[in-house]
Structures are given as structure tokens and as C-alpha cells.
T-cell receptor, first 112, second 114 residues
Framework: GDSVTQMEGPVTLSEEAFLTINCTYT??????LFWYVQYPGEGLQLLLK?????DKGSNKGFEATYRKETTSFHLEKGSVQVSDSAVYFC???????????FGQGTRLTINP | GAGVSQSPSNKVTEKGKDVELRCDPI?????LYWYRQSLGQGLEFLIY????????KSGLPSDRFSAERTGGSVSTLTIQRTQQEDSAVYLC????????????FGSGTRLTVV
């Protein structure tokens, strides 16, 4: 079945550090890939997405590239801020399928 | 509406009682989803509605859980005879299509069973 595996957390970094959160997937079809973010006390928000191989999604300084050959969609940011502290979820949806499949989430804490 | 609205935002109930959680999706969104987020865990799919099609109930954890969607809009998730392990945040999401465009989530209902 379809599944998403995320880098285990929690992840703690200092402000201005480089961030990578790994995400790999298994899908029976050709998936669209997403990163969602959940800030403390808030609901899930779509951070970025990519719908086909080699697409790069980007938003708020975050980037992720759809790599079909490695079935990956790693999240990166060159210089994190304290305000980036949140839980990040990688997810996929297969065309014609009926639900988003989420990874387990990675809690990120950025210290000043 | 402008976003997905869920009510109540918080619910504390006694073990054994029934609860109803409500979701009002974005106007025009035909697909509606319920997920459960337990403390320290990821998101667990519960049920999916798409237009007038029969819902996908494959994620419901037991027969104490049920959901309906009236008129293709508002949805209600009902948990009967609540148990402590039902304590979680219940999230609703809607979208215009299945896959490819992302989903809009509500802020969730935090359910605590005491």
C-alpha cells in the first residue's frame, strides 16, 4: 500500500542553521507530494507541493524536489528562524485515490 | 465559507457518553475527510466523502465511530460510548478534487474523554 516515511524527530537546531527533513514514499500509482506544517496551537497548513517528477515546490524559504528515482521529497531550508518551530508532515496523494497518506511528523525546534 | 470550520473546538466528555463533532467544509468542495491526531502520533485517516458516492469508511477504528454528510456539505462524526483512547484531535479537511491540489484543514476538535 501507499506509505510515507519521515525522518524521526525531534529535531533541534540553532537559528540560521541549514535544515533537512528527509521524506521517502512508496506509492502504487503516480503520487502528488506535499509538505504540511502545524504551528503550535494551530491546524495543518499546506507548506508546499509538487505534482510530477523533478518539480520543486517552494514557500517561505522552504524547498522540496520531487525525486522519482529515489522516491524522495526532502524538505530543506537554508537558514531557519525561531518562527519555523513547528511539526512538519510529509504526505502523498495518488491520482484517483481517496485520501492523503501522512508520514508520522517531525517536530522541529529552533533555538535563538 | 472562507475556510473549513469545525465545532466545538474543545470537548470534554465522560467515558461512555456519545459525542458529535461537526465539520463545515469550504463551499463548493466536493471531497471531505476526517483524520485523527493522537498525542505524539501522526495523522490517522478515518473516513472520506466524495459527492454522492458511498463514503470510504476503511479508516474507522471501530463500529462506535460513524459519520454522515448531509446535502453534500456539513459532516458530523459521531463517537458512541466514548473510551479514553478516543481522546485526540479530530481534524476535518476538504478539497475540490482528489489529489494534486492539497487539502484545506480545519483547526480541529480536541476531544478529551475522562
Amino acid at each position: 500500500g501507499d506509505s510515507v516515511t519521515q525522518m524521526e524527530g525531534p529535531v533541534t537546531l540553532s537559528e540560521e542553521a541549514f535544515l533537512t527533513i528527509n521524506c521517502t514514499y512508496t506509492a502504487t500509482g503516480y503520487p502528488s507530494l506535499f509538505w504540511y506544517v502545524q504551528y503550535p496551537g494551530e491546524g495543518l497548513q499546506l507548506l508546499l507541493k509538487a505534482t510530477k517528477a523533478d518539480d520543486k515546490g517552494s514557500n517561505k524559504g522552504f524547498e522540496a524536489t520531487y525525486r522519482k528515482e529515489t522516491t524522495s521529497f526532502h524538505l530543506e531550508k537554508g537558514s531557519v528562524q525561531v518562527s519555523d518551530s513547528a511539526v512538519y508532515f510529509c504526505a502523498l496523494s495518488v491520482e484517483g485515490a481517496q485520501k492523503l497518506v501522512f508520514g508520522q511528523g517531525t517536530r522541529l525546534t529552533i533555538n535563538p | 465559507g472562507a475556510g473549513v470550520s469545525q465545532s466545538p473546538s474543545n470537548k470534554v466528555t465522560e467515558k461512555g457518553k456519545d459525542v458529535e463533532l461537526r465539520c463545515d467544509p469550504i463551499s463548493g468542495h466536493t471531497a471531505l475527510y476526517w483524520y485523527r491526531q493522537s498525542l505524539g502520533q501522526g495523522l490517522e485517516f478515518l473516513i472520506y466523502f466524495q459527492g454522492n458516492s458511498a463514503p470510504d469508511k476503511s479508516g474507522l477504528p471501530s463500529d462506535r465511530f460513524s459519520a454522515e454528510r448531509t446535502g453534500g456539505s456539513v459532516s458530523t462524526l459521531t463517537i458512541q460510548r466514548t473510551q479514553q483512547e478516543d481522546s485526540a484531535v479530530y481534524l476535518c479537511a476538504s478539497t475540490t478534487r482528489t489529489g494534486g491540489r492539497g487539502y484545506t484543514f480545519g483547526s480541529g476538535t480536541r476531544l478529551t474523554v475522562v
